[in-house]
């Protein structure tokens, strides 16, 4: 049993001796290049690495597949800095030179302003969605902010009891022993 556990250490030693730190190589190659109709000024990789998102000279976003068939496009506002898309997938944000975050949708529809200054100058979206980072090299700043997005739910024409315009409670219980 010992010369077993020797055995595997001594092998161990070798190949820990045998690799050394930082010398590591990188195979590449390139798999497509996608020829596009605008100059390129930024790109994003959609989270399921389906989809490549690119932010154009020309204020548009195009979403294309891996095998380079565009799936869509859509206008954004003027003078684009940078951009970011959301993890959960559902938010485009594009940064502009006059300190506005546009948020998008998917289907191109702008949803929301966030006035951050004209001092950031690149933004990245949290894992989950909730946060956006904005930086400032200038102030060698970063702000994070948080996201909160409401959805509204048309209950036009739904059954009800009672009064239309009553109170509505949410009582929560998570204290269960």
Do not use: C
Request: proline content about 4%; aromatic content about 10%; glycine content about 6%.
């Amino acid at each position: 049993m010992n010369r077993i556990i020797l055995k595997l250490f001594a092998v161990s030693l070798v190949l820990a001796l045998s690799i050394s730190v930082g010398s590591a190589e990188v195979e590449w190659e390139i798999l497509n290049t996608l020829k596009l109709d605008a100059p390129p000024l930024d790109v994003a990789v959609f989270p399921n690495g389906k989809y490549v998102f690119i932010l154009t000279h020309d204020s548009s976003v195009r979403i294309y597949d891996l095998d380079g068939h565009l799936r869509n496009k859509f206008k954004v506002v003027k003078q684009a800095l940078d951009f970011a898309i959301a993890d959960n997938g559902r938010s485009v944000f594009v940064l502009t030179h006059n300190g506005r975050i546009y948020v998008y949708g998917l289907d191109g529809r702008l949803r929301n302003k966030i006035e951050v200054g004209k001092q950031i100058d690149h933004i990245k979206v949290g894992p989950r969605g909730e946060r956006l980072f904005a930086t400032n090299r200038q102030n060698q700043t970063l702000d994070v902010i948080a996201l909160n997005f409401f959805q509204k739910i048309s209950i036009e024409g739904s059954p009800f009891k009672g009064p239309e315009n009553a109170p509505v409670v949410i009582a929560e219980f998570s204290d269960f022993e």
